[in-house]
Structure formats: structure tokens, C-alpha cells
């Protein structure tokens, strides 16, 4: 009896099709597994890097007799510590302002949105930063509770994240390029002098790119499909592409973000400056701490360890004693900067009274978004599949 090749065919098919089907699975699981390992160790360094440079730090401190004479002192009559006051206020009026940024980055792409929960949702997010370790951190969180609670704007909501990355990236080097002019470049030391070039060139190409990238042609065409299939950055690319054509059309928020960005980063160093000052008389000036502070927050976006723990007071030690034109000490660099860290702490408990307040609808979200393996990529994926009027609108 002949059997009819047309059954035979998709018997065929459909034999593949299982055996495709199991093979798919089979590499979804293994990709499932392979990326729990990576997080474990990921997770176990971002523990271990912040370890090994406190207690260096810390050792450095104990070791030398005259180092800890030197911290002895803080607890003595010597410490104004109603200018540490004054540096924790400049530190929580910083950080508000980033949450006020963000704040204005949601409205402008008309997402209702109100102060308070961008305050309260900052707080948590700054909370987060410092002990998601392996889990939710507090871009994911924000941008998460953002995309849930406006699942029609979820690409608006993710870009938001990115956006407020890019621009306070970019004015930590603004801030440290404007008060490096004032550096004496020609004693400093070769590091010191080739950092600022560094730090000079990335303003420059910053102030000259940016606008370019504003252009309507530049963020879709040609260009932009290259970078944006280029290996690891592409995805980056591909998220600074899409938050660069949402904003271009909203100028007047952009600039009004750009001045906010800028106070906020001088304000951290006028912060870390009124510490320097209640702690020790020998202390660098206000221009030379916009230098440090910045810079030293550059070092601490690296995502080795949790809210740049350890890397922070490394970068901060190192530019402290290098930085200033007088010599400052290494056991007073190595006290403001962990006098620095403690104030980032201590605001962080804000966000700790609002999780306890709000803990059993925080620890829900937080476990949703790790059930569901979400990542600011992940979400933005997703939203890519989702047909934008504002970017179908948009005027190119």
C-alpha cells in the first residue's frame, strides 16, 4: 500500500518540529542555568571587591601609629560637627535633586506621575543600589515599578532609566572639566595632568556630540543601525538611540535636567568639602574637592560592587592625597572618604523607613521582578516589540 507523500511529508515535519521543539528547550534551560552561575559570581565579587579595599583602607589606617592618631582626632574637640551637619543636609538635598530629575524625565514623555512617588520610589531605589546585591538593584526597581504601572508606556518608562544615567554620567565630567581649569597643570603630577586631558576630552566630545545626536538624522539612519549592531555595546547603543529620538522634540526639559545635573554634583563636592573642613584644618579647597568628588563618583558607577562600595573610597583616597596643590595625608584622605561613604548610608536609611513602612507591597514587586528575570535590557526588549505612536509620530 502506498502511502501518500504528502502524509509522509508532514509526518516528517512534524517529527522535526518535535525534535526542534526539544532541542529548544534544551538550550533554554542550559542558558537558564549558565546565566544563574554567572549571577552567583557576579554577586560573590561585587561582595568581595568592596571587602578587600575597606579592609585595605582600614588596614592602611591601623597599621601606621600616626595614621590613627590622625583619626583619633575626629573624636576630640577639634571636630566642628556642625559641618558635618551641613554636609549631610548638601548630601540630601544632592540626592533629592536626582529624584526631582528623574521626576521631570517621566513628565516630560507624559507618564502620570507624581513628586512624592518619584521620592519614594528614589529613596527605595537608593536603598537598593546599596543591598541588591545578586537581586533587584534601584535602576531595576525603578524602572520596573515604572513599566508595571503604565504597561502602555513601558519604552517611555525604560528610557527614563537610561536617560537619567546618561545625563548625570556626562555631568560628573562637566562639573570635574570646569573646575580642573583651575588646577595648576604644570606642577601636577604626569597621572594628574593626563587624567584631566581625559576628563577635558570627554566634555569636548560631549558638547560636541551631543547636539549632533539630537540631529533627526543622526539617531535613525544608517549610523545608528551600525552601532547599534555592533557586539556587546550594541544593546547600549540601541537604548541611547531610542532615549535620544524621545527626547530631542523636549528641549526645554533637557535643559532644565542639564542644569539640575550639574547642581547636583556640585553640591555632593560642596557636601564632601564641609566634611573635609569639620574633620581636619588641613583640608583641599572647594575647587580642588569638585575635582575629587566627581571623579571619585566616576570610579563608583563601575558595577563591581554594590552603590560603588570600596571603589569609591579607593578613587576618593587616591585623588584626595594626589589632587591638592598642599600635601594632605593619607590617613585624613582615607577618614573623609569613609566619612563620605557614611553619609550615603546614613541617607539610605530613608529608604529604609519607607521600606519598612511599605514592605510587604516592596518585597512583592521585588519578587515578581525576579521571578520574571527582568533587566533594564530585558524591559527594553520587550518594549521594542510594542508599536510606539510617539515614535511612529515622531517628526524625523
Given amino acids: 500500500m502506498m502511502v501518500p507523500l504528502s502524509y509522509t511529508t508532514c509526518a516528517v515535519s512534524a517529527k522535526f518540529s518535535l525534535l526542534d521543539g526539544r532541542a529548544n528547550g534544551v538550550v533554554s534551560t542550559f542558558n537558564k542555568h549558565r546565566r544563574l552561575v554567572k549571577n552567583h ?35 576630640s574637640t577639634k571636630t566642628n560637627w556642625g559641618l558635618v551637619a551641613v554636609a549631610f543636609l548638601c548630601s540630601f538635598c544632592a540626592v533629592s535633586l536626582t529624584m526631582i530629575r528623574w521626576y521631570l524625565l517621566v513628565i516630560s514623555v507624559e507618564i502620570p506621575f507624581q513628586l512624592r512617588d518619584a521620592f519614594r520610589l528614589g529613596f527605595l531605589g537608593y536603598l537598593l543600589n546599596f543591598v541588591g546585591l545578586g537581586g533587584v538593584g534601584g535602576d531595576l526597581f525603578k524602572g520596573y515599578m515604572l513599566a508595571k504601572g503604565n504597561p502602555g508606556k513601558r519604552p517611555e518608562a525604560v528610557s527614563t532609566i537610561f536617560m537619567d544615567r546618561l545625563i548625570g554620567l556626562y555631568a560628573l565630567f562637566v562639573v570635574t572639566s570646569l573646575a580642573a581649569l583651575t588646577l595648576d597643570l604644570e606642577g ?20 560636541v556630540g551631543l547636539p549632533i545626536l539630537l540631529l533627526p538624522g543622526i539617531s535613525k539612519g544608517g549610523l545608528s543601525e551600525f552601532m547599534e549592531g555592533l557586539p556587546k555595546v550594541g544593546p547600549l547603543m540601541k537604548r541611547a538611540f531610542a532615549a535620544i529620538r524621545m527626547y530631542r522634540s523636549r528641549p526645554k526639559y533637557l535643559v532644565i535636567i542639564a542644569i539640575l545635573s550639574l547642581c547636583v554634583h556640585s553640591i555632593f563636592s560642596l557636601a564632601a568639602y564641609f566634611l573635609a573642613s569639620g574633620l581636619f584644618e588641613n583640608h583641599p579647597t572647594l575647587l580642588e574637592m569638585m575635582v575629587i568628588t566627581p571623579l571619585a563618583m566616576v570610579f563608583a558607577a563601575i558595577p563591581l560592587s554594590p552603590g560603588g562600595m570600596g571603589t569609591l ?84
Avoid at 47 to 57: F, K, R, T
Avoid at 188 to 207: C, D, E, N, Q, S
Avoid at 339 to 353: M, P, S
Fill in 41 to 75: 559570581l557576579f554577586t560573590i565579587l561585587r561582595i568581595l571587591v568592596p571587602i578587600g579595599i575597606l579592609s585595605y583602607l582600614v588596614w592602611t589606617i591601623v597599621s601606621d601609629p600616626e595614621n590613627l592618631e590622625a583619626v583619633r582626632q575626629i573624636f
Fill in 188 to 207: 601636577a603630577k604626569p597621572a594628574i595632568r593626563t587624567m584631566t586631558y581625559f576628563v577635558h576630552g570627554i566634555t569636548l566630545a560631549g558638547l
Fill in 313 to 396: 573610597e579607593l578613587a576618593f583616597t587616591e585623588l584626595y592625597i594626589s589632587v591638592p596643590g598642599n600635601e594632605m595625608s593619607k590617613a585624613s584622605a582615607i577618614t573623609v572618604a569613609l566619612g563620605f561613604r557614611a553619609l550615603t548610608i546614613g541617607l539610605a536609611f530613608i529608604g529604609a523607613i519607607i521600606y519598612w513602612i511599605n514592605r510587604e507591597s516592596v518585597d512583592q514587586n521585588m519578587a515578581e521582578a525576579t521571578a520574571e528575570e527582568e533587566t533594564l535590557e530585558h524591559l527594553a526588549e520587550s518594549a521594542d516589540e510594542v508599536c510606539l505612536p510617539s515614535e511612529a509620530q515622531e517628526v524625523t
